[in-house]
């Protein structure tokens, strides 16, 4: 679930839980309510900055493998296919985006914090972790251009081939993030401050959407083909 | 040429001999062997390391045995380190260069090629002398070098001709570390085989996620998608 407020020309959307330990599971409701998020900025008048973060003590652990497990043969493509609508739709946004990750950020979690312009975390929150490789899962070819997309060659390969869990300080010095903070309430005001920042400088929501489209070519329409996922047969759910 | 060990359960491809180990088709061919061979056999092992003896990691193309008829055998030479660098992107499990001496030109590039670059730092350097040679190097070819260089430093790489020891290899991101001596260089890469082989670095999934990561390598090198994977739902 997420909460959608607005500060000035700041728009400020928190992944929320049931409580402090919720994991911030993705899954159809939670895409359903950002992706409502997301249009209400999208046609906001005056949205000139967005910011993604989390309560609790997760930004988010990935996708729901709990609800897909119950029905693997259908609930897998779903998910998939929302997860990367969702990433499309952050790459397509018209404003500037901040993710101010505040929180362990698991596979497509991390992702949807890679698919912002600007990423700040807090240190000693937890981990960035793209954990496929551990469980043993391809990466869908959309997802895989818009991680490529975002990171150089050898945090790539530390990433994607070598399922390194890197905290923020690493994770600053690897190239994924753009700023580390002490705390929590730091980390959130850097990201609103950077968005305020970036809102200022008034620039044309269309043109900015462009840019980005044109900056990362290919990104967004490779996450809009949306192929069958073959889980393979020694995974276990 | 090259001989093939196993230790603990890590795959060891060593260019034998004090040479210069430059690539004409025969050498490479025996590579493409063991690398086929390694592939095979996947599955009993955690990782394979590439790494050589004496002076030389791999001083580049054969250009003396290409002289001989030069139009028929550039050709050759060429089209085989294609293979050869399209049969090391392929391999079913990490690979480590042991980078234990000079990695010049088509060398450089065959190192570029692994997943992990570890280099002994008391000798030897990298250095992609095409520009000072005259040399072009083709798409194919160079796919995998911008797959793999930084791109803040990839002007330098290919147009500045400089000779990188180890430790500005490690500072320009080229290898991932350097180490004292050959013997530390190679005990660094077993002992990151090791940890390979308690996870799941392996086979189909690995090798798609490779490819994945590196997709334009892959479509310029003609290597083929791989095979769906078959599941259990």
């Given at each position: 679930?997420?909460?959608?407020?607005?500060?000035?020309?700041?728009?400020?959307?928190?992944?929320?839980?049931?409580?402090?330990?919720?994991e911030h599971r993705l899954n159809p409701t939670s895409f359903?309510?950002?992706?409502?998020?997301?249009?209400?900025?999208?046609?906001?008048?005056?949205?000139?900055?967005?910011?993604?973060?989390?309560?609790?003590?997760?930004?988010s652990c990935g996708i729901d493998m709990n609800w897909i497990g119950e029905s693997p043969h259908d609930r897998m493509d779903v998910v998939l296919e929302k997860l990367e609508?969702?990433?499309?739709?952050?790459?397509?946004?018209?404003?500037?985006?901040?993710?101010?990750?505040?929180?362990?950020?698991v596979s497509g979690a991390?992702?949807?914090?890679?698919?912002?312009?600007?990423?700040?975390?807090?240190?000693?929150?937890?981990?960035?972790?793209?954990c496929e490789?551990?469980l043993g899962l391809p990466?869908p070819?959309?997802?895989?251009?818009?991680?490529?997309?975002?990171?150089?060659?050898?945090?790539?390969?530390?990433?994607?081939?070598?399922?390194?869990?890197?905290?923020?300080?690493?994770?600053?010095?690897?190239?994924?993030?753009?700023?580390?903070?002490?705390?929590?309430?730091?980390?959130?005001?850097?990201?609103?401050?950077?968005?305020?920042?970036?809102?200022?400088?008034?620039?044309?929501?269309?043109?900015?959407?462009?840019?980005?489209?044109?900056?990362?070519?290919?990104?967004?329409?490779?996450?809009?083909?949306n192929?069958p996922y073959v889980v393979p047969?020694?995974f276990h759910f | 040429?090259?001989?093939?060990?196993?230790?603990?359960?890590?795959?060891?491809?060593?260019?034998?001999?004090?040479?210069?180990?430059?690539?004409?088709?025969?050498?490479?061919?025996?590579?493409?062997?063991?690398?086929?061979?390694?592939?095979?056999?996947?599955?009993?092992?955690?990782?394979?390391?590439?790494?050589?003896?004496?002076?030389?990691?791999?001083?580049?193309?054969?250009?003396?045995?290409?002289?001989?008829?030069?139009?028929?055998?550039?050709?050759?030479?060429?089209?085989?380190?294609?293979?050869?660098?399209?049969?090391?992107?392929?391999?079913?499990?990490?690979?480590?260069?042991?980078?234990?001496?000079?990695?010049?030109?088509?060398?450089?590039?065959?190192?570029?090629?692994?997943?992990?670059?570890?280099?002994?730092?008391?000798?030897?350097?990298?250095?992609?002398?095409?520009?000072?040679?005259?040399?072009?190097?083709?798409?194919?070819?160079?796919?995998?070098?911008?797959?793999?260089?930084?791109?803040?430093?990839?002007?330098?790489?290919?147009?500045?001709?400089?000779?990188?020891?180890?430790?500005?290899?490690?500072?320009?991101?080229?290898?991932?570390?350097?180490?004292?001596?050959?013997?530390?260089?190679?005990?660094?890469?077993?002992?990151?085989?090791?940890?390979?082989?308690?996870?799941?670095?392996?086979?189909?999934?690995?090798?798609?996620?490779?490819?994945?990561?590196?997709?334009?390598?892959?479509?310029?090198?003609?290597?083929?998608?791989?095979?769906?994977?078959?599941s259990r739902l």
């Amino acid at each position: 679930m997420c909460t959608l407020e607005k500060r000035g020309k700041v728009y400020i959307l928190t992944l929320v839980g049931d409580n402090e330990e919720d994991e911030h599971r993705l899954n159809p409701t939670s895409f359903d309510a950002i992706a409502n998020a997301l249009k209400e900025v999208e046609q906001s008048p005056d949205a000139a900055a967005l910011v993604t973060t989390n309560a609790g003590k997760y930004f988010s652990c990935g996708i729901d493998m709990n609800w897909i497990g119950e029905s693997p043969h259908d609930r897998m493509d779903v998910v998939l296919e929302k997860l990367e609508n969702m990433l499309a739709s952050f790459m397509r946004i018209n404003v500037p985006t901040v993710a101010a990750i505040r929180g362990r950020a698991v596979s497509g979690a991390y992702m949807l914090a890679l698919a912002h312009d600007y990423r700040f975390m807090t240190q000693g929150s937890g981990e960035l972790y793209m954990c496929e490789l551990d469980l043993g899962l391809p990466i869908p070819k959309g997802m895989l251009t818009l991680i490529r997309s975002k990171l150089q060659p050898a945090t790539l390969r530390d990433v994607v081939l070598r399922a390194s869990k890197l905290d923020a300080q690493l994770a600053f010095e690897k190239g994924i993030l753009d700023g580390v903070f002490e705390d929590k309430a730091a980390t959130l005001e850097a990201a609103v401050k950077e968005a305020e920042k970036l809102a200022a400088r008034g620039w044309e929501r269309e043109i900015y959407r462009g840019f980005r489209l044109a900056t990362f070519p290919g990104v967004a329409e490779a996450l809009d083909i949306n192929v069958p996922y073959v889980v393979p047969a020694s995974f276990h759910f | 040429m090259c001989s093939l060990e196993k230790q603990k359960n890590i795959f060891i491809l060593r260019r034998t001999g004090h040479g210069e180990h430059r690539f004409n088709p025969e050498f490479m061919d025996s590579i493409i062997s063991a690398i086929a061979y390694v592939n095979q056999n996947a599955h009993q092992a955690s990782a394979i390391i590439v790494t050589n003896d004496g002076k030389y990691f791999s001083n580049g193309l054969d250009l003396e045995w290409m002289s001989h008829d030069k139009e028929i055998r550039t050709q050759a030479v060429g089209d085989k380190f294609v293979e050869l660098l399209a049969a090391v992107m392929s391999l079913k499990l990490p690979s480590i260069a042991a980078v234990c001496g000079h990695a010049c030109a088509a060398g450089f590039i065959f190192a570029l090629a692994h997943d992990y670059r570890f280099m002994r730092n008391d000798r030897g350097f990298l250095y992609m002398s095409e520009v000072d040679v005259g040399m072009t190097i083709p798409p194919s070819v160079m796919s995998v070098i911008s797959s793999k260089v930084d791109s803040r430093h990839l002007t330098e790489v290919m147009l500045g001709g400089l000779k990188y020891g180890a430790q500005e290899a490690l500072r320009k991101g080229l290898v991932d570390s350097s180490h004292e001596s050959p013997d530390e260089t190679l005990g660094a890469a077993i002992n990151v085989a090791v940890e390979f082989g308690k996870r799941k670095c392996k086979g189909e999934v690995y090798l798609g996620l490779r490819l994945g990561a590196f997709p334009e390598a892959a479509e310029k090198l003609g290597i083929r998608s791989v095979s769906v994977l078959p599941s259990r739902l």
